[in-house]
C-alpha cells in the first residue's frame, strides 16, 4: 500500500537530495524560489504599480476622478463650516488647480514621524489623514486617507501651497516623491486654506491624456448644487473655453437640488407639474437628507451622492429612496380605491423619473476605493425616514398631480406585464424552434415575402380556408370565438387572453414599441370573417388590434380585409357572387336578364361554403378582392373616431 502524500499526517518521506548553489551569474533553474524574489514596496511605490486598485484604472474616468479626490477635500472643509469659497481653475497646459478658504492642512512636524511635515505625510502616506473619526469633520467624502497621496503618487508634478496664520507655506513633489521640501514663503494676509497644483503624469495615463473642459466644468458645478452654503469659483485659460465651457463662472446655489433639478428638465413635458424636492436634517450633518425629484418624458435617470461624492452605481441610499416612492403611492392608491396599484414595482414608479439624491452620513462604506457605490446600510433607513412623510403630504396637498402620477406608473406596469408575457412566448419559441399555435395551418415557404396568414372565425371556416388555401405560401389561424377588444382592455386582461397570445406568436414581429418589422413571417394579414353583421364586428375587433398594438404593421402595407360573397347567382352556365343584398339586387337587375331559372344561395358562413367556391371567390389572387387596411385620420385622434371612420369606408 502507497504512503498518504499530504501535508498532515503522511509518512516521513525521504529528504531530497540537496542541490548544488549555481555559478554566480548562471540562470537559476525555473522552479528556484527564495528571499530575493520578494519584493518590497514602499511609500506610493505600489500606487503607480496597480494604479486601478485605487482610481480603477488607467482611462479617462480613472484620469478626471484625480480631480474628485482633490476638490473633495476642500468640499469636505466646506461642509464642516470652514470654508465659504472653492476655486478651480484649469490651464491650456494641463495643470488643474484647486484651492479653498478653509483652515489649511497642519504644516508643523508630525508626532509619528520626527523631523517630517504633516503636509508632507498627508501626501506621501498611504491611510493618513484628519477623517478617521468625526473629531476633525463630522461628514466627509475622503475616508481612506489615499485620495490626494494617490493622486500625488499619479501626477509628474504637484505643488501645494497652505496659508496658516497669516503665513504661506510651499511644497513640491514628482510621483510621489517630495521634490522640494515645505518652505515658509512668508507672510500673507487675507488669505487662508490650501490649494494644490497638479499635472497627471504620461507614464501612467498615456502622453495624449488629457482633462476636458466640459468634464470638469459640470463636476464644479455640480458640487455647487449639492451644497448651498458654498461658492464655487471657475475659470480656464481662453483657449479652453467654448459655448458650453465659460472662461469664468461663479456657482452659489442655495436651492440646493432644487434648481440642479429645474435646469435639469428645463424644456421637457412633464407628467406632474411640481417637482417633489426637500431637506431633512441640517445640511452637511450626519443623517442629512436632500431630494428633487420630476416626472418627465424626458430620459430620466438618478443622480445620487453620498457626502458630495458621486455615486453612479447607486447602493443603499437609492434603495431607500425606491421604498419611499413605491410604498407611499401604493399607499396613496389604497387610500382612493384605486385598485389598479397592486402590481407596481419601484420600477414602474421610476420610469420617466429624473431624481436628485444627496445624503450625508458619519463614517460611510463605499464599495471600492472609487466610491462608486454606497454600501452603508442605514442609508437606506435613513433616506427612507426622510422621504416617506414628506411623499405623502406632497400626494395628498395635490390630488389632481397625485392622480396623474399613480395613472402614469400604473400603465407602466401593465406595459412590463405585457412584454414578460411577450418574453416567455419569444422563450419558449427558442427552445423549441420555433413553436406555433396549435391551430395554425402553416405555409412551407420559411420567406415572408409572398406569405399570406389568413385569420378565419372558428374551426368550421379554418377548416374550409386549409383545403381551398395555396399550401406554399398561404397559411390559415383559427380563431375561436371573438378576440378581445383591446380599445377598453387592462394589460393584464390582454397578457392573459389566449386568442390574442396566439395571434402574436404567429405573427411572430413582437407589439408595441417591440415591433420589428424584419421578424414578421408574412407578407400579407388577411383577416376573413362571415359577410354578415357578426363578421363585420369580429374584423372591427381585429382592426381594433392591430392599430393599438401594431400600427406599424398597417403603415407598412400589411393589413387587408377578405371579401367573401353572402349569395352565389346562377342561371343556366352563368354563376355570380353577390357580396351583399345590395350587390345581389344589383346583379339582378343588370346581369341575369335573360329567360330561365335563377337559383340563389345565401351562404351561412364561411365553413359552409365549399372550400372550391371559397378558393375562386376569396383566396386565390387571381379573382378574389382584398381590401387594404390603412389608417385615415391623425394619429392623435381618438381609437374609436379612426375606427369607426375606418369601417364606415370599408363596409359602406
Known amino acids: 500500500m502507497s504512503q498518504p502524500d499530504d501535508l498532515f499526517g503522511g509518512a516521513p518521506q525521504p529528504k531530497p537530495a540537496l542541490a548544488k548553489p549555481a555559478a554566480r551569474g ?11 524574489d520578494i519584493e518590497v514596496l514602499e511609500g506610493l511605490e505600489p500606487v503607480r504599480r496597480r494604479p486601478g486598485m485605487y482610481i480603477g484604472g488607467t482611462d479617462a474616468n480613472a484620469y478626471h476622478h484625480l480631480y474628485a479626490e482633490v476638490i473633495d477635500n476642500s468640499m469636505d472643509e466646506a461642509i464642516a463650516g470652514h470654508a465659504t469659497r472653492i476655486e478651480v481653475h484649469l490651464g491650456a497646459d494641463g495643470y488643474l488647480t484647486i484651492g479653498d478658504n478653509g483652515r489649511g492642512i497642519p504644516v ?7 523631523g517630517r511635515s504633516t503636509l508632507e505625510i498627508v501626501h506621501t502616506v498611504l491611510h493618513a489623514g484628519g477623517k478617521f473619526d468625526s473629531k476633525a469633520y463630522e461628514t466627509s467624502g475622503g475616508l481612506h486617507g489615499v485620495g490626494v497621496s494617490v493622486v500625488n503618487a499619479l501626477s509628474d508634478d504637484m505643488v501645494v501651497e497652505v496659508a496658516r496664520e497669516q503665513q504661506l507655506y510651499r511644497i513640491v513633489f ?3 516623491k517630495v521634490v522640494q521640501d515645505v518652505e515658509n514663503i512668508g507672510r500673507v494676509q487675507n488669505r487662508r486654506g490650501t490649494t494644490t497644483r497638479f499635472h497627471p503624469d504620461p507614464e501612467i495615463f498615456g502622453p495624449t491624456a488629457h482633462f476636458s473642459p466640459g468634464r470638469i466644468f459640470r463636476m464644479t458645478r455640480a458640487k455647487a448644487y449639492l451644497f448651498g452654503g458654498v461658492e464655487l469659483r471657475w475659470s480656464c485659460d481662453e483657449s479652453l ?9 461663479v456657482f452659489h446655489y442655495p436651492g440646493g437640488l432644487r434648481d440642479f433639478m429645474a435646469a435639469r428638465i428645463e424644456g421637457e413635458t412633464r407628467i406632474t407639474d411640481e417637482i417633489f424636492s426637500g431637506k431633512s436634517g441640517k445640511p452637511g450633518s450626519h443623517a442629512s437628507v436632500e431630494w428633487a425629484i420630476a416626472w418627465t ?5 438618478m443622480s445620487s451622492y453620498c457626502n458630495t461624492v458621486p455615486t453612479p452605481d447607486g447602493g443603499t441610499h437609492e434603495a431607500g429612496l425606491r421604498m419611499a416612492l413605491l410604498r407611499g403611492l401604493k399607499n396613496y392608491a389604497e387610500l382612493t380605491k384605486n385598485k389598479g396599484a397592486a402590481s407596481l414595482t419601484a420600477e414602474d414608479v421610476l420610469t420617466s423619473c429624473s431624481a436628485m439624491l444627496s445624503v450625508f452620513v458619519r463614517e460611510p462604506e463605499f464599495a471600492g476605493q472609487t466610491k462608486d457605490k454606497l454600501a452603508s446600510g442605514e442609508a437606506t433607513r435613513i433616506v427612507d ?3 416617506r412623510d414628506a411623499f405623502d403630504h406632497w400626494l395628498a396637498a395635490s390630488p389632481q398631480q397625485a392622480g396623474k402620477l399613480l395613472d402614469w406608473a400604473i400603465d407602466r406596469a401593465e406595459e412590463r406585464l ?12 427558442a427552445t423549441r424552434k420555433l413553436r406555433l399555435p396549435g391551430k395554425l395551418a402553416d405555409c412551407t415557404q420559411n420567406a415572408a415575402q409572398g406569405a399570406e396568414l389568413f385569420i378565419v372565425e372558428g374551426d368550421s371556416a379554418g377548416g374550409s380556408a386549409k383545403q381551398a388555401r395555396n399550401r406554399s405560401n398561404q397559411a390559415v389561424l383559427p380563431l375561436r370565438g371573438k378576440i378581445l377588444n383591446v380599445a377598453g382592455a387592462s394589460r393584464d386582461k390582454l397578457a392573459a387572453n389566449q386568442l390574442i397570445a396566439d395571434l402574436v406568436q404567429a405573427l411572430g414581429c413582437g407589439t408595441r414599441d417591440r415591433y420589428t418589422e424584419d421578424e414578421l413571417r408574412y407578407d400579407k394579414i388577411i383577416i376573413m370573417t362571415d359577410a354578415d353583421v357578426d363578421g363585420a364586428h369580429i374584423a372591427s375587433l381585429l382592426i381594433t388590434f392591430f392599430f393599438q398594438e401594431m400600427p406599424r404593421l398597417i403603415e407598412n402595407g400589411h393589413l387587408y380585409l377578405a371579401m367573401p360573397p353572402l349569395y352565389r347567382i346562377s342561371q343556366g352556365g352563368k354563376t355570380l357572387y353577390a357580396r351583399d343584398d345590395a350587390h345581389r339586387a344589383e346583379l339582378m337587375a343588370t346581369e341575369f336578364t335573360g329567360k330561365g331559372k335563377i337559383e340563389t344561395t345565401r351562404f351561412k358562413g364561411l365553413g359552409e361554403m365549399p372550400f372550391a367556391h371559397l378558393r375562386e371567390t376569396t383566396m386565390s389572387p387571381k379573382s378574389r378582392t382584398l381590401l387594404q387596411v390603412k389608417i385615415l385620420d391623425d394619429r392623435d385622434a381618438t381609437l374609436n373616431k379612426v375606427f369607426l371612420k375606418s369601417l364606415k369606408h370599408i363596409f359602406q
Open 385 to 387: 425616514t426622510a422621504l
Open 297 to 301: 418624458l424626458g430620459d430620466g435617470g
Open 108 to 114: 508643523e512636524k508630525h508626532p509619528k514621524f520626527p
Open 418 to 429: 405585457r412584454r414578460r408575457k411577450e418574453k416567455e412566448i419569444d422563450r419558449a419559441s
Open 241 to 249: 473655453a467654448s459655448d458650453d465651457v465659460p472662461a469664468k463662472a
Open 174 to 176: 514628482s510621483r510621489g
Open 26 to 36: 548562471s540562470v537559476p533553474p525555473p522552479d528556484s524560489y527564495s528571499a530575493a
